[in-house]
């Protein structure tokens, strides 16, 4: 859960971004 607070709170820019994106999910995963 603290994994997905974490993805919230980060920027509209990086959530946008593909790049930052795919790397955000890789980690959840």
């Given at each position: 859960?603290?994994?997905r607070r974490r993805l919230?709170?980060?920027p509209?820019?990086?959530y946008t971004s593909p790049?930052?994106?795919k790397k955000f999910?890789?980690?959840a995963l």
């Open positions: 859960m603290k994994r919230f709170s980060i509209s820019a990086f790049h930052y994106s999910l890789e980690q």
